[in-house]
């Protein structure tokens, strides 16, 4: 399969609380990003981190990235109902191809 | 920010029909377009990586004389579905990308696609 793995593939929270999403890939890599796509529309880039860095963050969300691991995860802390979506890693392949290889997806509801 | 432009966004026609799903880079020039498909609650599946004036790149399994692609300029790119039948059925999704890799890659908002 050309995919990743993410699990939780479903996630349940209560409005406030914080999300963790964790993904896993196979090959090395490049960077590594998350993505988020709302029900019935396209994605929307979240945040992008590289294969020498191992955490990064931007306003609620915070990237971890181990590559002696391969994986990777997402936390979105103080969670909205309106963080509700589906949520999607994506590796870049180390070589030229410059092609995204995407995680199957962690679907989050936030109850209000 | 960066925009894509996906048309239409929804297409119902019947089988045999052949559909044209544009892909257009609003406000940068995009070396590398790609299209996905996705179907229900999965994951998205790279279908083709298009360049600018050469010839799609197409993934394992995906048919190129059934889904035709071209990439006439730097801002626009078009997915072709010729001959539809309801197993094509499914959302696409086009992304564009203006550098080398390492940056992200900016999305469309899809086209719904439905074969009768």
């Known amino acids: 399969s050309q995919q990743g793995e993410e699990d939780p593939q479903a996630l349940s929270i209560q409005e406030g609380e914080n999300a963790t999403m964790n993904c896993s890939y196979k090959?090395?890599?490049?960077?590594l990003q998350w993505y988020r796509q709302n029900s019935g529309r396209g994605l929307v880039h979240l945040i992008l981190?590289?294969?020498?860095?191992r955490e990064k963050h931007s306003g609620r969300l915070r990237v971890t990235l181990d590559t002696s691991k391969k994986s990777s995860s997402l936390l979105i802390t103080a969670s909205r109902a309106a963080d509700t979506a589906s949520y999607f890693c994506a590796t870049l392949r180390m070589d030229s191809s410059y092609k995204l290889i995407f995680g199957s997806g962690t679907r989050l509801l936030v109850r209000p | 920010g960066a925009v894509v432009s996906q048309h239409p966004s929804r297409v119902i026609c019947k089988s045999g029909t052949s559909v044209k799903i544009e892909c257009r880079s609003l406000?940068?020039?995009?070396?590398?377009m790609f299209w996905y498909r996705q179907f229900p609650k999965k994951s998205l599946m790279l279908m083709a990586t298009s360049n600018e004036g050469s010839k799609a790149t197409y993934e394992q399994g995906v048919e190129k004389d059934k889904f035709l692609i071209n990439h006439a300029s730097l801002t626009l790119s078009t997915l072709t579905v010729t001959s539809a039948h309801p197993e094509d059925s499914s959302f696409y999704i086009c992304?564009?990308?203006?550098?080398?890799?390492?940056?992200?890659?900016?999305f469309g908002d899809g086209t719904r696609l439905s074969i009768l």
């Open positions: 406000d940068f020039q995009a070396t590398t």
């Open positions: 992304s564009a990308e203006a550098g080398t890799g390492n940056q992200p890659q900016h």
């Open positions: 090959t090395s890599i490049n960077n």
């Open positions: 981190i590289r294969s020498n860095e």
